[in-house]
């Protein structure tokens, strides 16, 4: 292969140096797809990547209007340009211009399978040209049994063909996997190289059109997010209104709950503290007022004395009421005359 412009690497090293990083990449031995370390390899290989399918265009190595047949075998690699070039973009992570990134990886996978179509490599159907939402907005909405029964059927291909891409992939792999050693050793014909280079090809073609479709799906979400304008804010200066203070209200379990038993919880205040001073204030002269009463009880007292007294200094007729008292209480228990509250 010719050499850069001014000695710069070739176009093999190129291709080899942008793959090597996303291999590393794609390993995922980083901690963080957003780390600097990460997203500088990935600035790195979409650099390399995208000088090596510059190169290839100026050699113009591809043609649609060539078979297969006619390509190189050494140049069957070069195919691959575009594919790893959309896997690349699509591992930027500056979210301010994903819908950007997404379109242009979508790009170079559309480029790469229509590449391949016309080689003949693999059979499937090409995806849209162009993102969904780009198309006529002048069509009219899907809508009716028809429409729902011929949505239905395209969901149950588009489901058998992802098992089969499924399985496509995973026999690509395995046999990939057998011959990359014999191959990189350099120990191989050009036949085995040939059918090398094919496989890695027919193993992207299938990785192609599972990116697309997810690709696809993201745009969605994202032009579906852009069409949702937050509310405009008011203008600046205006003046806001200002709103009647609300007033307080008491949560019960019904109409009849707050009339019988209240607010529903106890603790609620039912007087001032003026009103509770004014009521101690009243106690106190009440009580001033019931003190005479108290001392007019004396008498009583003193009645009682007098009366223990005289029984202590033998009176004849105070021992004489003790003793008619004791006998009373000997035939009389207490409690004898209160009979009403028995069972």
Known sequence: MAEAAGGGPRLAELLAAGRRLWEELEAGTEPSAAAPAVQEKVRQG????????????????????????EI???????????????????KQVDLSRRLEHLESARAHFGRFLRLCR????????LPPASPPGEEAAGGLAPGGPMSAQS????????RQAKIERYKQKKELE????????????????EEQTREFYILQIQKWINTSLEEIESIDQEIVILRSRGTAKPPSAPPHGTTRQVRAPL???ILTRDAAQAKVFGSGYPGLPMMTVDDWYDQ???????????????????TDEELQ???????????????????????????????????????
């Open 305 to 343: 004395t007098q009366q223990e007294e005289k029984e202590e200094n033998d009176d004849e007729e105070a021992l004489q009421r003790a003793r008619n008292w004791d006998d009373w209480k000997d035939t009389h228990p207490r409690g004898y005359g209160n009979r009403q509250n028995m069972g």
């Open 280 to 298: 101690r204030r009243r106690q106190e002269v009440m009580s001033a007022q019931s003190a005479p009463q108290r001392a007019s009880g004396s």
């Open 151 to 158: 949505g239905l059927l395209a969901m149950a291909s588009k």
């Open 174 to 189: 395995n046999r990939l996997a057998s011959m990359r050693t014999f191959v990189e050793s350099g120990q191989a014909d």
């Open 46 to 69: 979409l650099d390399a990547l995208q000088r090596a399918a510059d190169m290839v265009a100026q050699l113009e190595l591809f043609s649609e209007n060539e078979e297969l047949e």
């Open 247 to 249: 007033k307080p209200f």
């Open 72 to 90: 190189a075998s050494a140049d069957l690699k070069y195919l691959l340009l575009p594919a790893l070039l959309g896997s690349l973009t699509l």
């Open 118 to 125: 016309s080689y003949g490599l693999g059979s499937f159907q």
